[in-house]
């Protein structure tokens, strides 16, 4: 048996997750403490105490995922479960931080930090209301790779997401990204709709967040992960530092190639997916790509009692 650990992404966020693992595990009480110290705020009360609209803000959501995921990681290692057991990391967009920080090449604080940036530089690459993401369903990459090519007459419309093998992301300009999801059903798809987003993220229209997070990763230091990664961007594993720092470069304005990172896991032998963190959409996705597949879901202290017994 071979397990991989993976960590969600932006859209799992929901008000008061990891509350019952800081309450049940020290170690995973302070992770919350130290990213609010590391943003100089506290991130904390707003994912206990908060309103979702605050919390679902791209600058506060991709901090406070990877928090969440972290505090799970520390509470199943105190019951002994820990990175030793784990042939691969990944994670979804946002995720592939936290994947990082799990591996231990960057600290947690630095994850938070970066996040910070992240969020804000991505969100500032397009004003408001210029840009949009549609979910298109019931039919392959390939298909949506034409979809959009055809939707965009002139403007950005590119494939964003791979997310299962009937469910890919398109992104761009908002008016090219609505005549995707217009022309989507004579694709053949059985349905298309857009996604609430603020910003039409993993396209290339987030350019100028690309700059924004080369400069902000060419300040932090990053090791070596202790556990390889498999990157968003070529769906295969990667361990040596520089690579990783410009692969999250170009991951800003890349394709999440989830299916391929998958599918390359299970070709290496992976049999089972611990889902680390909030929610359980990369469980759903796994199981339509990896039919064989175990999927266990660590957000709570009674899932970890779960998996353990398991």
């Known amino acids: 048996m071979s397990v991989a650990f993976v960590f969600p992404g932006q859209g799992a966020q929901s008000i008061g997750m990891g509350k019952a693992l800081a309450e049940a595990y020290p170690v995973a009480r302070a992770v919350f403490e130290e990213v609010d110290e590391a943003l100089g705020e506290s ?76 969020g804000r530089a991505m969100q500032q690459a397009v004003p408001v209301g210029q840009g949009a993401m549609a979910a298109v369903l019931g039919i392959d990459v390939a298909a949506v790779e034409a979809l959009a090519e055809k939707a965009a007459q002139g403007q950005v419309c590119q494939v964003a997401n791979e997310n299962d093998p009937a469910q890919n992301v398109v992104s761009g300009d908002k008016a090219a990204v609505e005549r995707a999801v217009a022309l989507a059903k004579d694709s053949g798809a059985k349905r298309a709709l857009l996604l609430p987003v603020s910003a039409p993220f993993h396209c290339a229209l987030m350019a100028p967040a690309a700059v924004e997070m080369e400069r902000a990763l060419g300040e932090v230091r990053m090791s070596p992960p202790a556990v390889p990664l498999v990157s968003n961007v070529e769906a295969k594993a990667v361990r040596d530092a520089d690579d990783i720092r410009a692969l999250l470069v170009r991951q800003v304005t890349g394709r999440v190639r989830w299916v391929a990172s998958v599918d390359w896991m299970a070709a290496q032998g992976v049999s089972e997916f611990w889902e680390i963190g909030a929610g359980k959409a990369l469980s759903g996705m796994i199981r339509r790509i990896a039919k064989d597949a175990i999927t266990r879901n660590i957000a709570s202290p009674e899932d970890i009692t779960a998996a353990l017994v398991a």
């Open 43 to 118: 991130l904390s009360r707003m994912i206990w105490e908060g309103d979702i609209e605050t919390l679902t803000l791209t600058e506060n959501a991709q901090p406070a995922l990877m928090a969440t995921s972290i505090a799970a990681l520390r509470a199943l290692e105190a019951e002994g479960y820990g990175m030793d057991k784990v042939s691969f990391v990944a994670g979804h967009s946002l995720g592939e931080y936290s994947a990082l920080a799990a591996a231990g090449t960057f600290t947690v604080a630095d994850a938070a930090r970066l996040l910070r940036v992240r």
